[in-house]
């Protein structure tokens, strides 16, 4: 998904005339960066613990109101804030997370035993190899993780090399929300330390994958090409919402 | 058998020990229990440790032997805890505590993090346990109507891990043995535990026993056998 006035075309012919032929995702507020999401979408969402979590934009999407969401992160939110702050408003249906039992983790307990939240639990490894396969076109892979065990019922088996399998389907996302340190105007990221975690992973499995920046957006050449952690190509929105989380 | 619940995760590292119900046993302490883990790490492993207890064992490394610790949230070389005012919300462990990096160390993304979990480049896992069965069945991420469910990367390291060792408490806090014939609680994998450290006893599991390699002060067999629900070889 391109914004209106980008162009990815690299032989733009002489006859031409787009005034704005600029790639330019940077957009100047969160509201603006979540703009569209609508009801019901399901909502990649980058993070672990508090690492990486895109709490700015997490917020526009709690202000924004949409509901029947369902949610792919690592926790269940802990807190007021970030994924909490959707839970806590009403506006999620589902969540699918590895790890939902956190201290503080109030807001996801509450509405799962008001009985008003499905929870679907994933293996970690299997949860980021899910979305890793959305994002690489793979519908769907074997693994031992999870096999003859409880989250495993229900799935096809298959044994391979006298090991249990069991079949993953892939996990891709309407959105997907991440943080990460440094973007340029084609939308190249890198990441600070462990909040990289699911950012890559996410931007590479959602139709719109929206950024939200701790360091003000560079101009193209200013990353080093060697050191991109995530190409621009999976990045559609850049929104720079400073140092502080 | 029942196996009445704790009500927290599998290990907490503030728990007093549970085992004093024995007599003249003195058990280790689980400090002691972190230091005969480290010193059967071989030098030059990755490592993963688990949440709670097994994020004593780097406390206890020999002066100069070099692991590899792996943290499954991304990054290879994880550091002790920063000096007070040196936290960085992005630099926690899996327990999502302040850690730092060492000099050698990297970042990388989840997906490449279990890709090297699942994939069979971390040569020691270290968890904690709800129970653990003389065939090396790993119980850890359940307790069906006591807690929420809550896998995080258990079930990736029991079946990626070259090796999975179980650091705990070797009861209950209410006395139930955790070292049992067969788990009562989910399966996190079967047949992956190799080996067990407890306040108690460290053994390791072979031919569907539970042979135990060293013991703490005043434990017998006799004694051992009180607390544990499985069989047992005596090789101290």
């Known amino acids: ?139 769907a892979f074997f693994t031992p993780t999870a096999a003859d065990t409880a989250l495993g019922e229900g799935k096809e088996r298959r044994v391979f090399g006298g090991r249990a399998c069991v079949l993953e389907e892939a996990l891709s996302g309407d959105v997907a929300l991440i943080r990460a340190r440094r973007a340029d105007r084609w939308g190249n990221l890198t990441y600070h330390a462990v909040g990289r975690n699911y950012g890559p992973t996410m931007a590479s499995a959602a139709r719109l994958t929206v950024v939200e920046v701790s360091e003000p957006v560079v101009e193209i050449g200013d990353i080093d090409p060697e050191v991109v952690v995530t190409p621009g190509v999976y990045v559609d929105r850049v929104v720079f919402v400073g140092t502080e989380n | 058998m029942a196996v009445p619940a704790e009500r927290q995760e599998p290990n907490r590292a503030e728990e007093t ?138 079930m990736d390291l029991a079946i990626g891990a070259r090796r999975v060792v179980v650091m705990m408490r070797h009861t209950t806090k209410r006395g139930a043995p955790k070292l049992v014939a067969r788990c009562t609680y989910p399966l996190t994998a079967a047949g992956v535990v190799r080996r067990v450290y407890t306040d108690l006893a460290t053994a390791e599991i072979t031919d569907g026993r539970f042979v135990v390699r060293a013991a703490a002060p005043g434990v017998t067999r006799d004694t051992l056998a009180q607390v544990t629900s499985a069989p047992i070889a005596w090789d101290v």
């Open chain 1, 1 to 139: 998904m391109l914004p209106a006035n980008g162009s990815s075309s690299h032989e733009a012919s002489v006859t031409d005339t787009r005034p704005l032929a600029r790639i330019d995702k940077e957009v100047a507020t969160p509201a603006q960066a979540v703009a569209g999401i609508g009801p019901g979408a399901t909502v990649l969402i980058g993070g672990f613990g508090d690492a990486g979590v895109p709490f700015h934009l997490l917020q526009a999407l709690a202000d924004l109101g949409v509901g029947d969401l369902t949610i792919v992160a690592n926790n269940a939110g802990t807190g007021d804030d970030g994924v909490a702050a959707l839970i806590r408003a009403g506006l999620v249906r589902r969540v699918i997370c590895s790890y939902p039992r956190s201290r503080g983790s109030v807001w996801f307990e509450r509405r799962h035993q008001e009985g008003s939240l499905e929870l679907e639990v994933v293996p970690q490894g299997t949860l980021t190899e899910r979305i890793r396969a959305a994002g690489a076109g793979i519908p």
């Open chain 2, 17 to 154: 020990d549970a085992s004093t119900q024995l007599g003249d046993v003195r058990p280790w302490t689980m400090t002691e229990v972190a230091g005969h883990v480290a010193s059967d790490l071989p030098v030059g492993a990755c490592v993963n440790l688990g949440i709670g207890l097994p994020t004593l064992v780097p406390g206890h490394m020999p002066a100069g032997v070099e692991v590899l610790l792996q943290c499954e949230n991304g990054m290879l070389g994880m550091g002790p805890r920063p000096p007070m005012g040196g936290e960085d919300p992005d630099r926690i462990d899996a327990g999502k505590g302040p850690v730092t990096i060492v000099p050698g160390g990297c970042y990388f993304n989840h997906n490449e993090a279990f890709a090297m979990i699942r994939g069979g480049h971390v040569d020691v896992s270290v968890m904690g346990a709800f129970q653990v069965s003389a065939t090396g069945d790993l119980a850890n991420w359940s307790v069906p109507g006591e807690l929420l469910p809550a896998v995080g990367g258990a």
